[in-house]
Structures are given as C-alpha cells and as structure tokens.
C-alpha cells in the first residue's frame, strides 16, 4: 500500500482565495483525521470522520473550514476564502476501529499571502 | 474534552545519555497513549504505546510509562543517538471507540554528537 496521499504538498496562495486539499486513506482504514500543525499551536485536530461519517468538528476553527468524504477513499478540506493566518502544514491520517495507531500522510503545506 | 500536557518543549542530551519526556493528560477515560516521532520535514510516525491495563513498555532503547492514578506517562529513550533528534509528542485517546486522538505540542530533542 502507498500509505495515506495528500495533495497537493505544497500550495501558496493569495488571501480570499479558495484552497482545497485532498486526502485518498490507506485501504481498509475507516477513520480519517484532519490536523494542523504550526510552531504556535503544535499539532490541532480540525475533524474526524469515522466510516465516512463526521464523527467531531469541534476543532474547525471556524465557517470558512469546510471538510467532506464522499466515500471510504477520498476527502477534502475546504477553506474559502483563505487567510494569512491559515498558513500551515494540514496533514491527514487514517487508521483503523480500535487499533488506535494513526498513519500519516506527507502533509500539505498551505502559504496563504 | 482532554487536554494533554508536554514537557520540556526543547531538550538537549549528549550522545549516550538518556532522555526523558513526561506529559499529563486531564480525562480519566482515556486509556490508550502513542508517542509519535516527527523528523525535520516529514510526517509524525509511532514508535511507541501503551494502554491503560499496563504500567510500562519496552522496546529496544525506547519504554513509555503510565501513571493512571496521576495521569501522566512518560518515555525515556536510552543511549541516545543523532538520529533520535525530532520532535516527539504524546497522545492520549479513548481506545473503545475511535474517539479523538488529542496530541500533546511536542518535545524537541537535540542530540549533540
């Protein structure tokens, strides 16, 4: 398996715009995570979908942060429009019921001018 | 919610010491917590657990401790080598369902050769 795919890796943007990231989970994992992470505030939870249900967003910071999972292989997250202070590596991981290790994907590294 | 606690935030050690990071978790229903390593640049990855029926783990130069009555646990790294410079976080989650996994904002370790 190549593991959790994020894309894209690397995106820079201009303030108001529209950003969407993407994730396909390892196969047969059937619960997918959402974090940030910047120096500040270290790795946040945004939301996490357990078999393809959001299960908690609590952690989207706020109406501008939408996130989706269509089915078991793919989701995104959404933020429109972006800010400056978006600027972040978001990463997504997906793992399994009651296993509880979460596997990683790459990250993508959103600048938001 | 749970709330998990990390110290210190940096820490330096001299090739072949020890090392030793200690985190503090608040919800008492927890019962399963990761450690995750994070090289410079990549993805955050196990390395170690532990679940709440078990006081301590060992795996080769790594062990993680748990203290359920003062919720805290601890991992200790010994004979401590340059590749084990990254930042190390801790998690804690409730294991029955796939509840958040919350992480701890992570230990820089700097091992000096």
């Known amino acids: 398996d190549a593991g959790v795919i994020q894309s894209p890796r690397h995106e820079v943007t201009e303030m108001g715009q529209e950003v969407t990231l993407r994730c396909k989970p390892i196969?047969?994992?059937?619960?997918l995570f959402w974090y940030r992470q910047t120096m500040m505030r270290g790795l946040e939870l945004l939301i996490y979908f357990n078999n393809n249900v959001p299960i908690d967003d609590s952690g989207m910071p706020e109406d501008r942060f939408s996130a989706k999972m269509p089915n078991a292989s793919f989701s995104t997250l959404k933020i429109q429009p972006s800010e400056p202070r978006d600027s972040a590596v978001y990463f997504c991981?997906?793992?399994?019921?009651?296993?509880?290790?979460?596997?990683f994907g790459e990250g993508s590294r959103l600048t938001v001018l | 919610g749970e709330n998990v606690e990390q110290h210190p935030s940096t820490l330096s050690v001299q090739e072949g010491d020890s090392a030793v990071i200690k985190c503090t978790y608040s919800?008492?229903?927890?019962?399963?917590f990761p450690w995750y390593k994070q090289e410079l640049g990549k993805r955050p990855q196990l390395i170690i657990d532990i679940r709440s029926n078990v006081g301590e783990k060992k795996d080769q130069r790594i062990a993680v401790t748990l203290n359920k009555t003062a919720k805290h646990f601890s991992l200790h790294i010994t004979e401590t080598q340059p590749e084990d410079s990254a930042v190390y976080f801790c998690?804690?989650?409730?294991?029955?369902?796939?509840?958040?996994?919350?992480f701890g904002p992570g230990t820089s370790l700097s091992v000096i050769p």
């Open positions: 991981a997906s793992g399994i019921d009651n296993t509880g290790e979460l596997f």
């Open positions: 196969s047969g994992h059937n619960s």
């Open positions: 998690a804690a989650s409730i294991r029955t369902s796939y509840d958040k996994v919350i």
């Open positions: 919800d008492s229903a927890s019962n399963y």
